[in-house]
């Protein structure tokens, strides 16, 4: 049962447009959700977070969006830039005194130049 | 900056063979977090640390897994009789004195079983 989902396995945008990566998570008890970035060969890289009681974070480029209702995040990334291809995975936590935190499968970014 | 170290960077075993992963935590961190990455999958978590103490190992997959932390900083991983099934991206994290502090990850160790 895989709790946290990342549907889409790659991504392809030009220079300078959008990028929308999405996630969907089926456990109602996540209160907290975290967006990494993994270059090959390298351990994955915090991007941005946000908490529950939000529905949006933003961080430069970067914005994370929350939809409680539809168990739904998505990251924003605007304009893309060629070094943000890498992989994109989503992380989720929650819950009194839960730590560990649940990755989706990842989303292969590709921007080209 | 020191970030998360994690050694050896790969590790080929033959199977059956013992082995034991390293992590050092950024300097401070009270929280340590072990997960496991298949191939085209995303990190599983395997066990955690709040200093010494080992507060959490729900996630190894078996007793051949056994994860330390005896002076509540730097960490080891040992895996006894190595399986094939135990090929994978190992991965360390800290977080500062919080554990819902964000995690900060280390590179990882790639581990090939033959």
């Known amino acids: 049962d895989q709790q946290v989902k990342q549907n889409s396995p790659s991504l392809s945008v030009q220079e300078g447009r959008i990028s929308i990566l999405n996630c969907d998570y089926t456990?109602?008890?996540?209160?907290?959700f975290l967006w990494y970035k993994k270059y090959p060969a390298e351990g994955p890289t915090f991007l941005i977070s946000i908490s529950s009681i939000k529905d949006k974070n933003e961080d430069g480029r970067f914005t994370v969006f929350l939809n409680k209702s539809a168990k739904h995040l998505s990251l924003h990334i605007v304009p893309s830039q060629p070094g943000d291809s890498a992989v994109y995975f989503c992380a989720a936590s929650g819950g009194s005194g839960t730590y560990k935190y649940i990755f989706g499968t990842g989303t292969r970014l590709k921007v080209l130049a | 900056g020191a970030g998360v170290s994690q050694s050896p960077r790969y590790k080929v075993a033959k199977r059956g063979q013992d082995v034991a992963l390293r992590c050092d935590p950024i300097s401070g961190h009270v929280s340590l977090f072990w997960y496991q990455q298949a191939l085209g999958q995303g990190p599983e978590f395997l066990t955690y640390f709040q200093n010494e103490a080992q507060l959490d190992k729900s996630g190894l997959p078996s007793d051949r897994f056994f994860a330390e932390r005896p002076e509540g900083s730097v960490s080891t991983l040992k895996i006894q009789r190595t399986q094939q099934e135990d090929s994978a991206v190992y991965l360390c994290?800290?977080?500062?004195?919080?554990?819902?502090?964000?995690?900060?990850f280390g590179p990882g160790t790639r581990l090939l079983v033959l």
């Open positions: 456990n109602s008890m996540f209160d907290y």
């Open positions: 994290a800290s977080s500062s004195a919080n554990y819902e502090e964000t995690q900060y």
